[in-house]
């Protein structure tokens, strides 16, 4: 009898930890993209406190920490560094391209639409972004 229980034990394992995978796999997704949301929002509304003027190289660190205070970047747990980059449009200081990656996934965001999640070797936050935290 105690054989059986051990057997019918292995089975509900092998088929429980693949599932549990898929689960926590689909939690870190779903984090990814809700701090990627937090933190264009956080970028956005950086940018929009300077509209109507030019962002320098001397403005831009303080960009760059008011992005991350407000998106609290450095207080939400997880393991990882999240890696983002900012393009945006110099006349109106409004966003036009967004990406981050966090914990092997990332996301990028593009005129109002979010693109699907990648792994985050997938993403390449280029030179071309002008605000980046890397």
């Known amino acids: ?40 929002m956080a970028a956005q509304s950086t940018l929009s406190e300077y509209y109507g003027t030019e962002i320098k190289d001397t403005v831009l660190t303080d960009v760059k920490d008011q992005i991350e205070k407000l998106a609290e ?13 900012v393009k945006y449009d ?9 990406a981050y990656k966090k914990s092997g996934y990332g996301v990028t965001y593009k005129d109002g639409v979010w693109g699907n999640i990648v792994k985050a070797s997938e993403l390449t936050i280029g030179a071309d972004y002008q605000i980046k935290n890397k």
């Open 1 to 40: 009898e105690l054989i059986v229980v051990l057997v019918i034990l292995a089975i509900l394992a092998a088929i429980l930890i693949p599932t549990l995978t898929g689960y926590i796999d689909k939690a870190n997704e779903k984090k990814v993209i809700a701090e990627a949301r937090m933190t264009l």
């Open 73 to 85: 970047l450095n207080s939400v747990s997880g393991s990882g560094t999240a890696e983002y980059g």
């Open 90 to 98: 110099t006349a109106t200081n409004k966003v036009t391209e967004f």
